[in-house]
């Protein structure tokens, strides 16, 4: 699933392992340093950290001195370093901290040159290759005593060695380097190994290998990143999931692993997707049924789905996805919305200017649909202008609606404020209601309007504008 997107959230997270895993670093080697500082491998300021980090990190000068000829800690071989040195080189085993090198070199009494080539490595690249040596993992009084034990407890009963290789390679170098090994991993075997660090009380490693694996998978293994148990405690990584979802019309595939608690962040996202994405989404679901948190993305794109070629097939052959389609837009029908969802239905699909329905089976579906809204609107039309509803219609449309509710056009909108009239001028007193508005108007200008008057007062408005 390679993408920019995919890629920022691995990068994001990498870094703040990494940070994270500095600090801890830093933070063992300031509460063992003290004790250890002597670098006695005997007694209770033992420490195994040090041998191990030490033996993995030196090189040159700097394992001569500390290690001696194969003989960690044989005191015939110790060079005496001063305590700031050494404990310098102790902080730079731990976290990759450069020592003072005119001081390590001094000390060591070499050049300046080699001492800073003793400590230029990257522990990641150190660490790579020291596993790389040792097949079975790393030593596990290294495991243990060095970090896990201290920074990790939970990790001591991990089955992280039942882990395929490439996965206990990625384990081993968090551990001891921060970061992911260079070894090729399968989608699957990140999962997995995601789910042992989760569940033994690493959430933030556990987070970075699912978005490892969400960043290098392929569209068909969208779902099982999806179903993951990590992922689903994961907003960042759903959030990036539904985003890939809404960019790709491949991503109705993923749409029965999608939580129903992530169906309303589902329908937010698909707003912003291409109207054909959103159609694709629908005919996926139409089935099963369509979840009401996508009701709203259905009611406000039922113009612009049925606009596309695809809409267009689908109304043209009467598909039952028109029908679903319809269906939503009646359950989501109130008074706010009726006078513009009338307009949709006309306008914009019914009688639109590029492309008039033909009739058939959806055109009747569609009919049927406006003679409920109509006749929702006349026992609510107080309601819809008092939401000043009717004010944003185009004229035709106005028009076309104060017919079908027998009443005057000006009297759908919300007139700006008047001043008083006398209380004797009959046109006071009378109620604004539908019987008491019609008695203003003229036998032939009442009556419900055929759609063919529809045309003509639509093209009259859009000729006098």
């Not at 790709?248 to 707003?271: D, F, K, M, N, T």
């Not at 003679?371 to 309601?383: G, I, K, P």
Request: charged residues 15%; glycine residues 4%.
């Amino acid at each position: 699933m390679d993408g920019a997107p995919q890629a920022d959230l691995r990068r994001e997270r990498a870094q703040a392992v990494r940070a994270a895993w500095a600090q801890d670093l830093h933070t063992l080697c300031r509460t063992r340093s003290g004790a250890d500082a002597v670098w006695r491998t005997d007694g209770s300021g033992a420490c195994a950290a040090h041998t191990t980090l030490v033996g993995v990190r030196a090189r040159g000068a700097v394992r001569a001195a500390l290690l001696g000829h194969k003989r960690l800690f044989r005191s015939a071989y110790h060079v005496a370093l001063p305590l700031p040195v050494l404990e310098s080189v102790l902080a730079w085993a731990y976290t990759g901290a450069v020592p003072d090198v005119p001081a390590l070199a001094r000390a060591l009494g070499c050049s300046e040159v080699d001492a800073r080539a003793c400590v230029a490595a990257e522990p990641a690249h150190d660490w790579c290759a020291y596993v790389a040596a040792h097949p079975r993992g790393a030593p596990r009084d290294a495991w243990h005593a060095a970090l896990v034990s201290v920074r990790w407890p939970a990790m001591r009963t991990a089955p992280w060695r039942a882990l395929p290789r490439a996965a206990q390679r990625h384990v081993v170098s968090l551990l001891y380097a921060g970061c992911l090994a260079s070894t090729p991993c399968a989608v699957h075997e990140l999962l997995a190994c995601a789910d042992v660090l989760h569940a033994h009380a690493w959430p933030q490693a556990a987070q970075l290998l699912s978005a490892a694996a969400w960043a290098q998978a392929a569209p068909s293994e969208a779902r099982s990143v999806m179903t993951h148990a990590v992922a689903c405690d994961d907003a960042a990584l759903q959030a990036a999931v539904l985003a890939w979802m809404c960019s790709s019309e491949a991503g109705a595939a993923v749409l029965p692993a999608v939580p129903r608690a992530l169906h309303g962040a589902l329908g937010a996202q698909l707003l912003t997707a291409p109207p054909s994405t959103r159609l694709a989404f629908i005919e996926a679901l139409y089935t099963s049924g369509v979840p009401s948190a996508l009701h709203p993305m259905v009611a406000a794109s039922f113009a612009a789905m049925l606009g596309t070629p695809r809409g267009q097939a689908l109304l043209a052959c009467s598909s039952p996805v028109v029908d679903v389609l319809v269906s939503i837009l009646l359950t989501t029908l109130h008074a706010e919305s009726a006078p513009a969802l009338y307009a949709v239905l006309v306008g914009d699909v019914m009688l639109a200017d590029e492309q008039p329905l033909a009739p058939g089976r959806a055109w009747d579906v569609l009919e049927q649909a406006r003679r409920t809204v109509v006749q929702y609107l006349r026992h609510h039309w107080v309601a819809a202008r008092a939401a000043r509803a009717f004010d944003a219609l185009p004229a035709w449309c106005l028009k076309e609606l104060a017919a079908e509710l027998d009443l005057e056009a000006q009297a759908l909108r919300v007139a700006p404020a008047q001043a008083p009239a006398p209380a004797s001028d009959a046109s006071s007193v009378r109620g604004m209601t539908s019987a008491g508005l019609a008695q203003t108007r003229a036998p032939e200008q009442r009556g419900p309007a055929s759609l063919y008057a529809a045309v003509l007062n639509k093209s009259a408005a859009r000729a006098g504008a």
